[in-house]
């Protein structure tokens, strides 16, 4: 058995590798930069720090980001357990207060006596068993590293939201619901506008100017569809944003009993409730310009914005090429990759992907075969995406049943469609669990 394993990065993938790891008795050198160097989009020196929103996605089970939480509680993951004490309302939504998250889980790492964490740049991939899991913003030296190993690493642009401060809030133009009454039915906060209001904010919206994307091939970035700053997505027409991040359905406003021409959602940023965030209002507007702009909603026209969006770098491996389903590179089956840098694309999906690496790794240091999770299985099949050489085009990949094998009697109905696959899902993982002793 391996002395230890080596984790590189201190993020979502990369703690739950170790975690993985200290369960199973391997002892791990846990290697995070900060507080040497902090990236563009992190602001503290804890492990776990959630940089874009405070939504880990859908929690109910028949939902495909729900499906992803409850296999990695199956597996014992010590972020789901984490967020789930964690948690603040957000309708059927697992959103947690980021600040309580992270520092709950540095503890949890920090006080193992399996894990050593170790604050150091990495420049060059270690010898020996390692998982390297330092996610979309991995800083250059590494990153030319790993670009001489296995050629050049693919990138995107991703943008985080705003957020405001609850008191500054006009609660006189928002109201409390969630979208059809989901959750305890109160769980956002919505902003409506009516069809004067909306017109005019999308028109300044399209002409605002944008801040630069420093240090970054500026001349024609690639955007992640699934993080497309609102403003870029607003220049594809009049009504897109309408129809998305600010649909009115099911948001009937209570003082009018009729429904907006357009909503901003508004979701509790912590527990306390003095922080909201933007949801879907991800962007790369100046910061004087998310002021002037998004101060056009009436609920906003006083905020207090406590932190303005940022656009930064999303960078991960040509993963169908280099990667097996178990996250080992088929060249070398002492080197894992784990998180977004596998083109996962997600904190939950980032982090299940170093739980399936800790495990692998694990059983790789004690002589045992890999687990290949059933393709079932939204971790098994994430892994097989990001894995399959048959691939074309790859972009990043979160839960989705688009992912999973056809269900051989499938429900016309949209709830129990995802019920079935997640009841099928769940019972192959636990006879998984049984058969390989995971």
């Excluded at 997505?233 to 009729?258: E, I, Y």
């Excluded at 979160?398 to 056809?406: D, H, I, K, R, T």
Aim: net charge neutral.
């Amino acid at each position: 058995m391996n002395d230890f394993v080596s984790v590189v990065g201190g993020g979502l993938a990369g703690c739950e590798a170790a975690y993985q790891l200290s369960r199973r008795g391997v002892r791990v050198r846990l290697y995070e930069i900060k507080p040497l160097k902090l990236s563009p989009a992190h602001h503290t020196d804890r492990l776990c720090e959630l940089v874009c929103s405070n939504s880990l996605k859908a929690n109910r089970v028949s939902a495909a980001a729900g499906l992803l939480k409850q296999e990695m509680r199956t597996l014992s993951s010590l972020l789901l357990s984490c967020a789930d004490r964690c948690a603040v309302p957000a309708g059927g939504a697992l959103a947690v207060d980021r600040e309580r998250f992270s520092s709950m889980v540095t503890d949890v790492i920090r006080s193992d006596s399996n894990i050593t964490v170790i604050p150091e740049e990495v420049e060059r991939i270690p010898d020996g068993v390692t998982i390297i899991a330092t996610g979309p913003l991995t800083f250059p030296t590494l990153s030319d590293d790993i670009a001489g190993r296995f050629g050049d690493c693919l990138q995107f642009f991703d943008a985080a939201a705003p957020i405001v401060s609850a008191d500054s809030i006009d609660m006189s133009c928002a109201f409390f619901l969630s979208r059809y009454g989901k959750g305890d039915g109160d769980d956002y906060l919505n902003c409506p506008m009516n069809r004067a209001e909306y017109e005019a904010f999308y028109d300044a919206l399209i002409h605002a100017e944008r801040a630069p994307v420093h240090a970054f091939d500026v001349m024609n970035p690639k955007v992640y569809e699934g993080c497309m700053p609102i403003e870029v997505m607003a220049q594809r027409g009049v009504d897109t944003v309408r129809f998305g991040p600010m649909k009115p359905v099911g948001l009937n406003d209570p003082r009018t009993g009729h429904r907006p021409w357009a909503v901003l959602q508004l979701r509790r940023e912590n527990r306390e409730g003095t922080m909201y965030n933007l949801v879907g209002f991800q962007t790369n507007l100046k910061f004087s310009e998310q002021h002037r702009v998004f101060s056009m909603i009436p609920a906003l026209k006083h905020a207090e914005f406590l932190r303005y969006g940022v656009m930064h770098r999303n960078t991960f491996i040509d993963s169908p090429r280099i990667l097996n389903a178990d996250y080992s590179v088929r060249e070398n089956k002492e080197l894992f990759f784990a998180g977004q840098l596998t083109g996962v694309e997600g904190y939950m999906e980032s982090a299940s992907s170093g739980l399936l690496a800790g495990i692998n790794a694990a059983r790789l240091c004690r002589g045992e075969q890999p687990v290949i999770l059933p393709a079932t299985t939204m971790m098994g099949a994430l892994a097989r995406y990001i894995s399959d050489p048959y691939v074309k085009a790859f972009q990043p990949m979160g839960a989705n049943f688009g992912v999973l094998p056809e269900l051989s009697d499938r429900p016309r109905d949209k709830a129990q469609r995802g019920q079935a696959y997640a009841d099928r899902a769940l019972a192959d993982l636990r006879a998984a669990i049984a058969d390989d002793n995971i």
